[in-house]
């Protein structure tokens, strides 16, 4: 078992390669960007390139693939939702000043300053997310399979955390599939409102 736990990361690949693509897929799709945060976009892209920073300086081989990935295509939803007009410049300076603190935290102490740093980048990108999806009324752009594969590639990694007693990959795990549920959570209960007033508006028509 102890050495079927260090091939997490592939696992944990195999749910990040496609993360994003559902919703990039939606979003092109539906043109619907109800509930989407572009923070949360952008900072998933940063946070990830930062986190293959990380797994670089600790050898953590299987798990770049995973975090190269989802920064790519995070950036690629970034970039979407920035035509959309949904950048602004305080979100922009917010990102800036993000950056800088996780460039100066590998400048003072190295990859343990940036580790460090990176445990609680997972609540600082999440935030917004959950905070422009619960503000909407009704967030019907999310998707919930990019939701669904967030939540395996970090439960793979809070294993894989456990494994290797990494405090921060630990609370990125364990941050992570608390996110995930709450927004699985918000998504399905969007979809049975909808689907609750649809039918709602069946009735009432057909007993006109």
Not at 24 to 45: E, M, N, P
Not at 117 to 128: G, I, R, S
Not at 136 to 150: F, K, Y
Request: glycine share 10%; net charge positive; with cysteine.
């Amino acid at each position: 078992m102890t050495d079927l736990l260090t091939y997490t990361p592939i696992a944990a690949a195999a749910f990040g390669v496609p993360q994003f693509v559902p919703q990039i897929h939606r979003l092109w799709s539906t043109d619907d960007a109800a509930g989407l945060s572009w923070s949360w976009a952008s900072l998933t892209a940063l946070n990830n390139a930062a986190w293959f920073g990380y797994f670089l300086l600790a050898h953590y081989w299987t798990a770049l693939v995973a975090s190269s990935c989802v920064s790519l295509l995070a950036g690629t939803l970034t970039m979407m939702l920035a035509r959309r007009g949904q950048a602004t410049l305080r979100q922009l300076v917010l990102i800036g000043c993000w950056a800088a603190t996780l460039a100066a935290g590998y400048g003072i102490a190295g990859r343990d300053g940036l580790g460090t740093l990176l445990a609680a980048a997972f609540a600082v990108q999440v935030v917004p997310s959950l905070r422009v999806a619960y503000r909407t009324a009704h967030p019907t752009g999310i998707s919930a399979g990019t939701w669904a594969l967030i939540l395996g590639e970090l439960s793979c990694f809070l294993l894989f955390g456990l494994h290797e007693s990494d405090p921060r990959l630990i609370a990125l795990g364990a941050t992570g599939i608390m996110a995930s549920f709450l927004m699985l959570a918000r998504i399905f209960w969007t979809k049975w409102r909808l689907r609750g007033s649809r039918l709602a508006r069946r009735g009432l028509s057909t007993e006109t």
